[in-house]
């Protein structure tokens, strides 16, 4: 696969056009399409999480989310300026972040990989991950390997 850029000064600032060019229509460039066209949904979607809190709702940019803890059905949501305590699963939270750079590392914690400082050892085999905002959250052993593979490791 050739990856190349070309300059089009007729687009826009914020207008990106791709075009895939292929012998014959494969399986590999349809598949290529279908990543193209989700990632396209994603771009195009509001990158902002709807956070129920307090009789109220607030609009938390994705990007100053540093992690998400849960505990029952009580997600805390650390972001960089506040932290916003609403009810609700992790799982329904992670599946709306997931395409970004977030990740899970525990059944009870999520974290944005932007905001990843640095990791250190901990207790038989988990770690500690250390966020921008001063936040330590634990890692398991279980999400540590994909962990890893995000970060390229």
């Given at each position: ?12 600032s914020?207008?990106i056009?791709?075009l895939v060019s ?16 989700k ?12 956070v129920s809190t307090?009789?109220?709702?607030v609009m938390?940019?994705f990007?100053?989310i540093?992690?998400?803890e849960?505990?029952?059905n009580?997600?805390?949501i ?5 932290t ?6 992790l ?14 590392i525990s059944?009870?914690?999520i974290?944005?990989?932007d905001h990843?400082?640095s990791?250190?050892t901990?207790f ?10 001063g ?7 279980k999400?540590l390997?994909?962990l ?6």
């Amino acid at each position: 696969m050739n990856i190349d850029f070309h300059q089009d000064n007729s687009l826009s600032s914020d207008d990106i056009k791709i075009l895939v060019s292929a012998n014959k229509l494969s399986p590999k460039v349809m598949d290529l399409l279908e990543q193209l066209n989700k990632l396209n949904e994603e771009f195009t979607d509001s990158q902002m999480l709807p956070v129920s809190t307090n009789d109220r709702i607030v609009m938390v940019a994705f990007d100053d989310i540093v992690g998400i803890e849960v505990y029952g059905n009580q997600l805390t949501i650390y972001a960089l300026n506040a932290t916003y305590e609403t009810n609700g699963k992790l799982k329904d939270v992670f599946h709306k972040l997931s395409p970004y750079h977030f990740i899970q590392i525990s059944r009870s914690a999520i974290i944005n990989l932007d905001h990843l400082k640095s990791m250190e050892t901990a207790f038989s085999g988990s770690m500690t991950a250390f966020l921008t905002n001063g936040l330590k959250l634990n890692v398991s052993r279980k999400y540590l390997p994909g962990l890893k593979r995000s970060l390229k490791l």
